[in-house]
């Protein structure tokens, strides 16, 4: 689940720019899968940490999430 929300999140960005993304969709989707217990779904700059902007030459999506009692960690460039 956390792979296919990355892969889906990173179509977005490409299609239509990481502005567009529906972060609190894709929160919910995670969430809403039985057994996962989302602890964070962000965007960030990869030179700051901080909240992209246009001027950033990149942007990360960050995921963690717990599945059962394990905790799963996954990120993908999103441009």
């Given at each position: 689940?956390?792979?296919?929300?990355?892969?889906?999140?990173?179509?977005?960005?490409?299609?239509?720019?990481?502005?567009?993304i529906?972060?609190?969709?894709?929160?919910?989707?995670?969430?809403?899968?039985?057994?996962?217990?989302?602890?964070?779904?962000?965007?960030?700059?990869?030179?700051?940490?901080?909240?992209?902007?246009?001027?950033?030459?990149?942007?990360?999506?960050?995921v963690?999430?717990?599945?059962?009692?394990?905790?799963?960690?996954?990120?993908?460039?999103?441009?």
């Amino acid at each position: 689940m956390l792979s296919r929300t990355l892969a889906m999140l990173r179509e977005n960005s490409l299609n239509r720019g990481f502005h567009e993304i529906d972060l609190e969709g894709a929160r919910e989707r995670i969430n809403s899968t039985p057994g996962v217990r989302l602890d964070y779904l962000e965007l960030v700059d990869p030179m700051t940490f901080g909240e992209p902007t246009e001027e950033s030459e990149r942007v990360l999506a960050l995921v963690a999430a717990y599945v059962g009692p394990t905790r799963l960690i996954d990120n993908m460039d999103l441009r």
